[in-house]
């Protein structure tokens, strides 16, 4: 036991002391943070102004003055104030508490005048006919040609889009130049939107403003009762919270489970490794090797967890997360660490290089990437056939149990503790597969083995 702690701790400390890996460790928080400070700087910080002309024939003959008001630098600017309290009312109370300030205030609006830009400034002139339609399509054709064109858009209103008679109300068309900003088609569109409305409405004998009133409908966030208190419960961080669980321990397997494999290879490659079996045995070496990348794992989840922890404090959002959780993630990275990190210690022996080892990594990868495939239809639905199997079958059970534990839907104990149970018998059968091919290839040199071969020798040793 004491030759494999020493074989631990000189595994453990040979990754962690490096420049490389310390880089590696801290670039992901400090690029979180780099990419929030500099991104304000990396995009355009005034959007080129929008000016120019739109032509609007009205076949109904009632929309045109109101689509006049709506599509005016008034109109557009009263648009953008609903948006901005709509934006400011659907923001969690956590994050509210946090940007309740002049300075923060004024930086949410500097943000969004960025992303949104100036209120366009447009002019709406009335066609008379059919012919001066014609004409404007024609301007809108050679607008490339003809830089001096002020003419963006065309708005061909249809005849019953207003009649109160007709079954099924008309629309509109529009008619663009080639290249026109995306802002302003969102902008149009929801500018004749409420022109439509306007004027079916007053049609109607209905004051616009009641309706909105009446047919107004906040969103509301649900209230979660249980035997701990009341709370609110935030959709969108239930519902991201399963994911970042998940990545959280994907993570951490695969970046020590790869530093077994590489520095297994690098040791085989550079003959280190007979120097090594003179005084530890094959199993004590690949134990030692196991248990000391286990702790560089380990040391990379409490870091992103910690990190993760804090973020949650900060916005007041403690309240989403179930600590019992952080238990039994320990406990599922455990299992798959051991199991996937066996695999990969096998095929780390059993090469000669690094590039050899391709061929064999890919089913343990793909057996990592398969259940972030299945993280949307396994949130949306926790208790499905597919999220039952996947969660309690080895090798996916660790990294699918974590995400219907911590969705809103957990699964009963029995299947949790029969997910721990598959799993450690299946990370027993890795250990054993592990340790016979490493006893073998370890010392053995030349052609790359087979699937078949890495099973012959399982049997064979």
Not at 97 to 113: F, H, N, P, Q, T
Not at 243 to 272: D, P, Y
Not at 404 to 431: C, D, H, K
């Amino acid at each position: 036991m004491n030759k494999i702690l020493q074989v631990a701790r000189r595994e453990f400390v040979a990754t962690v002391m490096t420049k490389a890996f310390l880089f590696g460790l801290l670039i992901v928080p400090a690029m979180m943070v780099l990419m929030i400070w500099l991104l304000p700087f990396l995009i355009n910080q005034k959007a080129p102004p929008i000016e120019g002309e739109i032509a609007l024939l009205d076949r109904s003959g009632v929309v045109a003055e109101a689509a006049k008001q709506h599509l005016s630098p008034e109109g557009f600017a009263s648009r953008r104030r609903d948006f901005e309290a709509r934006f400011d009312a659907a923001m969690p109370g956590g994050v509210r508490k946090v940007v309740d300030s002049d300075l923060a205030r004024s930086k949410i609006d500097e943000g969004l005048a960025q992303v949104l830009g100036e209120v366009p400034k447009l002019r709406v002139h009335v066609l008379a006919d059919d012919a001066a339609l014609e004409a404007a399509k024609e301007q809108l054709r050679q607008s490339e040609r003809q830089k001096d064109s002020k003419l963006l858009a065309i708005i061909e209103i249809e005849a019953d889009a207003v009649d109160a008679e007709a079954a099924a109300l008309g629309s509109y068309l529009l008619y663009v130049r080639d290249k026109l900003d995306v802002r302003l088609l969102d902008e149009l569109r929801d500018g004749m939107k409420q022109a439509l409305v306007a004027s079916r409405l007053g049609a109607r004998q209905l004051d616009p403003a009641e309706v909105r009133r009446l047919t107004s409908v906040p969103r509301v966030a649900p209230i979660k009762l249980s035997a701990q208190g009341d709370s609110k419960r935030n959709e969108i961080a239930s519902a991201l919270l399963p994911m970042a669980f998940m990545v959280l321990m994907f993570i951490a397997v695969m970046t020590a489970g790869q530093q077994l494999m590489t520095s297994t290879i690098e040791e085989k490659a550079s003959r280190v490794v007979e120097l090594l079996l003179a005084a530890v045995s094959p199993t004590e070496l690949m134990a030692g090797k196991i248990l000391g990348q286990l702790a560089v794992g380990a040391l990379m989840l409490a870091l992103y967890g910690a990190i993760g922890l804090l973020g949650l404090i900060s916005f007041a959002a403690m309240g989403l997360l179930d600590l019992s959780l952080l238990f039994y993630l320990f406990v599922f990275f455990l299992i798959a660490y051991v199991t996937l990190a066996s695999l990969m210690a096998a095929i780390g022996a059993a090469v000669n290089e690094l590039r050899e080892a391709q061929t064999l990594l890919t089913p343990v990868i793909l057996t990592m990437v398969f259940p972030m495939m299945l993280w949307m239809p396994i949130s949306r639905d926790p208790n499905s056939m597919l999220a039952m199997v996947t969660s309690i079958l080895p090798p996916t059970g660790p990294f699918v149990m974590i995400i219907r534990m911590s969705s809103s839907s957990p699964p009963p104990m029995w299947e949790v503790w029969l997910s721990i149970g598959l799993g450690i018998l299946g990370a027993w059968l890795a250990v054993w597969f592990a340790g016979k091919v490493f006893r073998i290839g370890l010392l053995m040199h030349g052609k790359p083995p087979s699937f078949m071969t890495l099973l012959r020798w399982a049997r064979m040793a």
